[in-house]
């Protein structure tokens, strides 16, 4: 997990979802200024319990 509040870079193929190795497609910018990246997987399992955290959804 990232910590800092910048301006946050694309994503890229590059980049793995943080709760398993698949391709990440969406990071989720939470309020307290962390982000974390999932998969489709992930973010339609943990998007309901992310969503009063998060400011805002960037997909990939
Ligand atoms: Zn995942």
Redesign the pocket.
């Known amino acids: 997990m990232i910590t800092t509040d910048g301006p946050t870079a694309p994503l890229t193929a590059a980049n793995r979802?943080d709760?398993?190795e698949?391709k990440a497609t969406t990071r989720a910018v939470l309020w307290s200024g962390g982000q974390l990246v999932?998969?489709d997987?992930?973010l339609r399992q943990y998007r309901p319990r992310l969503f009063p955290l998060t400011r805002r959804f960037e997909a990939r």
């Open positions: 979802c709760l398993c698949s999932f998969c997987p992930h």
